[in-house]
């Protein structure tokens, strides 16, 4: 059985930064994407960036520029840079994770609350 655990989150001011990370644990195969998604109260689930096995990354439009998502060492670690945070950033924010065999994860997630 597969866990994801995400940490890193918190309140920080509008402009601020944060990094999320997410590592996976358990029996781990063959990752084929690993992506962060939001969840904002009221609002739908949405992704928020995504990295494939071969590096390939896609980012929202609405965090493109700000949010970086990349790989740690452990290719079963996924990070969120977020910089320029905004009010509307606020969301808890959750990890999945898809295998080759179609299998797939989540996080149970972790709160960013951007407000002064």
């Known amino acids: 059985q597969v866990q994801l655990v995400e940490s890193g989150g918190g309140l920080v001011q509008p402009g601020g930064s944060l990094r999320l990370s997410c590592a996976a644990s358990g029996e781990v195969f063959a990752i084929y994407v690993m992506a962060w998604y939001r969840q904002a109260p009221g609002k739908q689930r949405e992704m928020v960036a995504r990295i494939t096995s071969h590096g390939t990354t896609n980012v929202a439009d609405s965090v493109k520029g700000r949010f970086t998502i990349s790989r740690g060492n452990a290719k079963n670690t996924v990070y969120l840079q977020m910089n320029s945070l905004k009010p509307e950033d606020t969301a808890v924010y959750s990890c999945?994770?898809?295998?080759?065999?179609?299998?797939?994860?989540w996080g149970l997630g972790t709160q960013v609350t951007v407000s002064s």
């Open positions: 999945r994770q898809v295998e080759y065999s179609g299998l797939e994860y």
